[in-house]
């Protein structure tokens, strides 16, 4: 199989009150969905701890050289599914399940403040907000971890990722297939 069709799809580890993340059952369903025969679905777990999820990122993007990476988090008390365009490199000042944060408190000492994914979100979710669908575009990931590993995977991956936070319910993995679709052929319009 061509690297290049590879599609990372992560959901995070128990967190909370959250003994399965609903962000892992949302991955584990996009995988069983699929994507159709040229695009392989990888997904993996990554557990609520800083260092870790640095590690596991940079591992994902040099080992699969993904065409994209999906990472999926919990937003808890919200109804509709949150496409953020921004990640923030400093402020990660709340500790993980381990009792732990950075001491820098930021992704990447020295990197940019703000990285942005290639992927245009408001316009994805104008497009299905305009359809009657609870999609909403923000450019404030919330500074924990769902932002810490969107930051490192826009760094690793040049852009080549989102970050979609998603409400604790199963029953939005084919509208989560959908987004993902619209914006992996978002994608290709721009490699054209």
């Known amino acids: 199989m061509d690297r290049s069709e590879i599609l990372v799809v992560t959901g995070f580890g128990p967190f909370k009150e959250f003994l399965v993340n609903p962000s892992w059952k949302a991955a584990q369903g996009l995988q069983s969905l699929g994507f159709g025969e040229r695009i392989h679905v990888y997904i993996k777990?990554?557990?609520?701890?800083?260092?870790?999820?640095?590690?596991?990122?940079?591992?994902?993007?040099?080992?699969?050289?993904?065409?994209?990476?999906?990472?999926?988090?919990?937003?808890?008390?919200?109804?509709?599914?949150?496409?953020?365009?921004?990640?923030?490199?400093?402020?990660?000042?709340?500790k993980d399940v381990c009792s732990f944060c950075p001491e820098s408190q930021c992704c990447m000492e020295g990197g940019p403040e703000k990285l942005d994914s290639v992927i245009n979100m408001k316009a994805v979710?104008?497009?299905?907000?305009?359809?009657?669908?609870?999609?909403?575009?923000?450019?404030?990931?919330?500074?924990?971890?769902?932002?810490?590993?969107?930051?490192c995977s826009l760094y690793h991956g040049q852009g080549k990722a989102a970050l979609i936070h998603v409400p604790s319910s199963d029953k939005l993995v084919p509208l989560l297939q959908m987004i993902i679709q619209t914006m992996l052929d978002q994608l290709e319009d721009h490699s054209d």
């Open 45 to 94: 777990e990554i557990p609520v701890n800083y260092m870790k999820t640095q590690k596991i990122i940079e591992e994902l993007w040099q080992t699969l050289n993904p065409k994209f990476s999906v990472h999926l988090g919990i937003a808890r008390g919200s109804r509709g599914i949150t496409l953020e365009q921004t990640a923030k490199n400093s402020g990660y000042k709340d």
């Open 125 to 151: 979710s104008k497009c299905f907000r305009q359809a009657g669908m609870d999609v909403i575009y923000s450019r404030d990931a919330g500074r924990y971890l769902c932002d810490f590993a969107y930051y």
